[in-house]
C-alpha cells in the first residue's frame, strides 16, 4: 500500500472528536422598568390559576424593590439541571448549592417576584420576552435569606388553563428538557461561553 493510500485511510479511520454545543443562548433581552417591591403572599395571586404555597415557607415575606434593569431568557441546548444551568452561567464547576447561590447573588442573576410578574405583563402585551407560553416552563433564580440555600429557582409557565407559579431547590436532581428557558438579569453575554 503506498504511503497516499495509508494516510487515506488512517484519516478514514480516526474520526474528529464531536465539538459539543454551548449550552446556552439568549433568546431576548427585556428592558425592564424599575419595579416595586412587595409582600410575598401577594406575588403571584393576581391572574395566576395556581401558586406553589413554597414562596410563601422558603422565600423573605418581603420581596425588595427592583432597579431598572435587563432581563435576558436564555435557551438550552439539551437537558438540564438547574446546578448545571448554574455552572454553565457561572463558569464553574463546583455543585455546591452554598457556593453556586452565593455566586449567583454576587453576580446579580436572581430576580423577584415582582420582575418575574412583570415578565409576564410584558408578555401578555406582545414584547418580545423569549417566554414560552405554550406550556414550557420559564425559570428564574430567586433569593431565600437563607444561608444553607440562598437562591431557590420559581418557575412560571403558561398553559390552556392560565398562567401558574412554582418553586424548587436549586439542588433539586430533577432534569429539565432543553425547551424550558431560564430568565437572568445582569447577563454578560461574553462569560457564558455562547
Known sequence: MSKDMLGSVVRAVVKEPA????????????????????????????????????????????????????????????????????????GVDTTDVVVLGNALIKSGHPITLAQA??????TERGD???????????FFFVETGDLKNPVSVGRVD????????????????SRWYAGFRPLLRNVDASKLGL
Open 117 to 122: 410578574e412583570a415578565m409576564k405583563k410584558a
Open 19 to 90: 465539538t459539543q454545543l454551548p449550552l446556552l443562548s439568549i433568546v431576548a433581552t427585556t428592558n425592564l422598568p424599575a419595579v416595586a417591591g412587595k409582600k410575598t403572599k401577594q406575588c403571584f395571586t393576581d391572574g395566576w390559576y395556581y401558586r406553589d404555597a413554597d414562596f410563601d415557607n422558603w422565600l423573605p415575606a418581603s420581596q425588595p424593590d427592583a432597579s431598572e434593569c435587563v432581563i435576558t431568557t436564555l435557551a438550552l441546548t439539551r437537558n438540564w439541571t438547574f446546578i448545571e444551568a448554574a455552572q454553565a452561567i457561572l
Open 158 to 173: 403558561r398553559d390552556d388553563r392560565g398562567w401558574l407559579a412554582l418553586v424548587y431547590r436549586l439542588g433539586s436532581g
Open 128 to 138: 418580545n420576552t423569549g417566554m414560552r407560553t405554550d406550556g414550557w416552563g420559564n
